[in-house]
């Protein structure tokens, strides 16, 4: 039990402090905006970067994992974003750019990695429900980074010490987990080799199996979505809401945490009415919906119906993740589960390039961020209409 505890706390802190990295920048998007003398949708090409840097990382991470180790790989991974979080902090937009290319490449083989050490740490009759309290990291990671960044910003009177303040944290936990590396990284295999073919194979697989591709659709537009609240939440809530940026942090947390409990609560149901495809479908529905409730918030609205609407909005559009993958593991052919996992996970991340990026251009085009959340629920909706109607039954 000792062994498991160690894999969990390790994996959940490095997935936690990666997240939070991503987001850091999104948490207080108007601040740095105001400094550089830019428009805060360019959050929105910051995100694309990272995600361009995770799509490439997460297809060869499980290689890198399989020759390295998890715990290894990750230590990497925490470096790279330090990099990439203090390129940031020095306010020119080329290497804002380059320093948000840094955290994606760091980002991708979170997933791979820890879900290698939990594989060989956790027994079976157990991975269920410690797979998915690790999932629930990556909401916990956003929702610190927006209840702790924009008040440190502020503290500071300077936006560049959130990004430092992050930065310092990672380091932290990469020092922390070499404590347990030993233990956790003891089935490495060092003929493991990266090549061309493997990541083909990832991607031939999730395209031609009819079930993978369902889910390669769901997964890029869902993670699109969630990316444009975890990016444009607090932007939106400052400029077009006219909220203080501290209650517009503390949104995204509450947004953060709803998507933390979804993410088990909707696992638990998934099973409970054995189908995870409606489950997805149902979910898609209720993003929807509470999208186009968040597109009409203004000064007049009381702060607890603002919560509230952001926590159901974090539920669906953040919950969804863990029975999405689940059902990967489940349709995929008996030993791909990781293979088809990668290539999902690689159009998954590709949706959250293209989406936020369209979601800032719609704000240049109409000077609002009210037809992006539309844009999310027109397209959120259609996929789970899809979904719904589609005759092909995805196995419980």
């Known amino acids: 039990m000792s062994s498991i505890r160690h894999a969990l706390?390790?994996?959940?802190?490095?997935?936690?402090?990666?997240?939070?990295?991503?987001?850091?920048?999104?948490?207080?998007?108007?601040?740095?905006?105001?400094?550089?003398?830019?428009?805060?949708?360019?959050?929105?090409?910051?995100?694309?970067?990272?995600?361009?840097?995770?799509?490439?990382?997460?297809?060869?991470?499980?290689?890198?994992?399989?020759?390295?180790?998890?715990?290894?790989?990750?230590?990497?991974?925490?470096?790279?974003?330090?990099?990439?979080?203090?390129?940031?902090?020095?306010?020119?937009?080329?290497?804002?750019?380059?320093?948000?290319?840094?955290?994606?490449?760091?980002?991708?083989?979170?997933?791979?990695?820890?879900?290698?050490?939990?594989?060989?740490?956790?027994?079976?009759?157990?991975?269920?429900?410690?797979?998915?309290?690790?999932?629930t990291?990556?909401?916990?990671?956003?929702?610190?980074?927006?209840?702790?960044?924009?008040?440190?910003?502020?503290?500071?009177?300077?936006?560049?010490?959130g990004p430092l303040f992050t930065a310092l944290t990672c380091l932290l936990v990469m020092l922390l987990v070499m404590y347990h590396r030993?233990?956790?990284?003891?089935?490495?295999?060092?003929?493991?080799r990266f090549s061309m073919q493997s990541i083909i194979n990832s991607l031939r697989l999730v395209i031609t199996h009819p079930e993978l591709r369902r889910?390669?659709?769901?997964?890029?537009?869902?993670?699109?979505?969630?990316?444009c609240i975890f990016s444009y939440i607090v932007a939106y809530l400052v400029e077009d809401v006219t909220l203080p940026i501290v209650f517009a942090g503390f949104a995204l947390s509450t947004a953060s945490a709803g998507g933390m409990i979804g993410r088990i609560f909707w696992g638990v149901f998934a099973d409970w009415v054995r189908s995870p495809r409606l489950t997805l479908s149902f979910l898609g529905f209720l993003m929807a919906s509470l999208a186009v409730t968040t597109s009409f918030f203004n000064d007049q609205w009381p702060s607890w119906l603002i919560l509230v609407t952001v926590f159901g909005l974090g539920a669906s559009a953040i919950g969804w993740n863990g029975v999405h993958l689940a059902q990967i593991a489940r349709v995929a052919p008996a030993g791909k589960a990781g293979v088809a996992t990668g290539g999902t996970?690689?159009?998954?991340?590709?949706?959250?390039?293209?989406?936020?990026?369209?979601?800032?251009?719609?704000?240049?085009?109409?000077?609002?961020?009210?037809?992006?959340?539309?844009?999310?629920?027109?397209?959120?909706?259609?996929?789970?209409?899809?979904?719904?109607?589609?005759?092909?039954?995805?196995?419980?």
Request: include cysteine; charge should be neutral; charged fraction near 5%.
């Open 215 to 227: 889910l390669l659709v769901v997964g890029f537009t869902y993670n699109g979505a969630q990316m």
């Open 182 to 192: 030993s233990d956790l990284d003891n089935h490495t295999d060092p003929e493991a």
């Open 9 to 135: 706390v390790s994996t959940m802190s490095i997935q936690m402090l990666a997240t939070a990295s991503t987001v850091t920048l999104s948490t207080i998007a108007p601040m740095v905006a105001l400094s550089l003398g830019v428009e805060s949708s360019l959050i929105g090409i910051y995100v694309c970067c990272i995600f361009s840097g995770a799509a490439i990382s997460a297809v060869i991470g499980g290689t890198m994992v399989t020759r390295y180790g998890g715990i290894h790989v990750s230590q990497v991974c925490l470096i790279l974003a330090t990099i990439g979080l203090i390129l940031t902090c020095l306010g020119n937009l080329w290497l804002m750019a380059l320093g948000a290319l840094f955290i994606g490449v760091s980002y991708g083989p979170i997933t791979p990695a820890s879900s290698d050490i939990l594989a060989h740490t956790v027994p079976r009759e157990k991975m269920g429900f410690v797979f998915s309290l690790k999932q």
């Open 345 to 396: 996970l690689f159009f998954g991340f590709g949706g959250a390039i293209f989406l936020p990026v369209l979601f800032g251009k719609l704000h240049s085009w109409f000077g609002q961020y009210q037809e992006g959340f539309w844009v999310i629920a027109t397209t959120s909706s259609l996929v789970a209409l899809w979904l719904l109607t589609s005759r092909t039954q995805t196995k419980p």
């Open 137 to 161: 990291a990556v909401p916990l990671g956003s929702a610190l980074a927006g209840f702790v960044i924009p008040g440190i910003a502020l503290w500071a009177h300077d936006w560049r010490a």
